[in-house]
C-alpha cells in the first residue's frame, strides 16, 4: 500500500541557486558553454533531526540537492558515456549492452551503469563531492568521515519493467557492515515513471533471506520483501511504502538494510533517470573471508585495506 501522505519531507534548499554559467539558461543544457564548479547546493543549517528520521524511518528525503540545470547536464553525459566517450579517459565498471544504449528508446530492460565515477569527470565531481559526503556522514553519525564505494545509473526507457524490492547492504562486503545510498533523480519522479520506493522501519527487520542480483527483475517485485515482512511477523497490507517523488535534482537517502525498490516506466514516452551512491564510513576495511565478485579484485594479498584511488575518501572528519 503507498501512503504517499506519509512522505518525509525536507526541503532543503529553496529557491535554487543556479550554478555558474556563462551561457543563457535556455543554453544551460550545454555541457560546453557551462563552467562548472560545485554541483551540489550549499548544505544548509536544518539538519539537525534528519540523523534520527534516518535511523527511525531508514530513509530522509531532500527536496533539492543538486543546483539547478545539474541534472540536465547529467542526463547529457550519460548519453555521451554510453556512446563511449569519456572524458576521464576510462570506461566505466559496467556498461549495458549496445542494444540498450538509448534511454529514451522505448523497451523493456533498465540500463544499467556501475561506476560512472571512473569515466566522466561531471559526474565525478557529483559522486565525489565533499558537501555530499559531509552530508551522509552527519546523517549516519560517521565519526571517521564518508567513502564512495560504488556508484550506478538506474535509467528507465520508457515502458521499461519494474525492479524488485531488495536491500543494498547485502551486495557490500566491509565491516563496519554499515551503508547508506543517496538516489539523486534526473528526472521528475511522477507516479507514472516508477520512483524509487522505501519501506518504512524495515532498515529495522532481521537479515534472513535477502536474495540475489539475479532477483532484481523478478516477476513479482513484492516477492523477496514480502517474505522477509512475515518473517518479521508483519501484515503486508499495512507495510508503510513511500516514493520518492522529488522533481529532478532532489533525492532520497536511505540505510542500505532498507528494502527499497521501483515500479515500472508506465510512460511511452520519457526516460526515468537517477543516480545511486553508495557510501561506506571512511574507516571500513574488506571484511575477512571470501568477497564478492565486485569486491575481489580489489582486495591486496594480506590487507583488508581499501584502496583510496578505488573507494574515494570523500569526507574526513
Ligand atoms: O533506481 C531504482 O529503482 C533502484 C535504485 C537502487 O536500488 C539503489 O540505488 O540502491
Known sequence: MLHSEHFTRTTLFSPSEPIE????????????????????????????????????????ILEQLLRSGVHEVLNERLEAV?????????????????????????GKRTIQVVNIRYSDSKFRSVICSEILGKLVADLACWESGARVASDQVWCKPPSSGALSFHRDSAYFDFVPADVVTVWIAFDDMIPEVGPLEYVEGSHKWGEGR?????????????????DAAMREGLDVKQLRVHQVNVKAGGCGIHDG???HGSDRNKSNKIPRRGLGIHFVPANAKFKNGELGKMWAKFR??????????????????
Open 21 to 60: 554559467s556563462t551561457a543563457t539558461t535556455s543554453a544551460l543544457t550545454s555541457t560546453s558553454s557551462l563552467e562548472w564548479k560545485e554541483p551540489l547546493c550549499p548544505l544548509p543549517s536544518n539538519l539537525a533531526d534528519l540523523p534520527t528520521v534516518l535511523s527511525t524511518k531508514g530513509f530522509v
Open 82 to 106: 554510453l556512446n563511449g566517450e569519456y572524458d576521464l579517459g576510462r570506461p566505466p565498471g559496467k556498461l549495458p549492452p549496445a542494444k540498450l544504449h538509448d534511454p529514451w528508446k522505448p
Open 210 to 226: 535477502v536474495g540475489s542480483a539475479n532477483q532484481f527483475f523478478d516477476k513479482d517485485r513484492t516477492r523477496l520483501m514480502h
Open 257 to 259: 538494510r532498507t528494502w
Open 300 to 317: 591486496k594479498e594480506g590487507s583488508n585495506e581499501l584502496p583510496d584511488d578505488e573507494f574515494p575518501v570523500t569526507y574526513r572528519r
